[in-house]
């Protein structure tokens, strides 16, 4: 079993920013490709982000590319997503899932264990 707790999400105005964290426990953290998920209030679950077992690896969804970066590390369980330039279409909740494979995944399905979420809400 992994266990992942997400924390950092809040309140924040357009334009703004915001670091979120994941921390893992429960089984060997390095073993895991990581991945950031995001649900809006009527709206599936979509992909934001994702990053290797070594953290060489990532991959994001266009909608956050060039705003949003994800980063590991591992001598903390740890991995992170910086958010800049926060608009409010990315209020969501947001997930962190890991997953048991040397591939950077984009699909939920893919991935074993998930956080319960933290709440990000973009507004002025």
């Known amino acids: 079993q992994v266990q992942l707790v997400e924390s950092g999400g809040g309140l924040v105005q357009p334009g703004g920013s915001l670091r979120l964290s994941c921390a893992a426990s429960?089984?060997?953290?390095?073993?895991?490709?990581m991945g950031w998920f995001r649900q809006a209030p009527g709206k599936e679950r979509e992909f934001v982000a994702a990053?290797?077992?070594?953290?060489?690896?990532?991959n994001y969804a266009n909608s956050v590319l060039g705003r949003f970066t994800i980063s590991r590390g591992n001598a903390k369980n740890t991995v992170y997503l910086q958010m800049n330039s926060l608009d409010p279409e990315d209020t969501a909740v947001y997930s962190c899932?890991?997953?048991?494979?040397?591939?950077?995944?984009?699909?939920?399905?893919?991935?074993?264990?998930w956080g319960q979420g933290t709440q990000v809400t973009v507004s002025s």
């Open positions: 899932a890991a997953a048991n494979t040397r591939f950077v995944v984009g699909s939920p399905t893919a991935y074993d264990y």
């Open positions: 990053i290797s077992r070594s953290g060489g690896s990532t």
């Open positions: 429960g089984r060997t953290f390095s073993d895991y490709a």
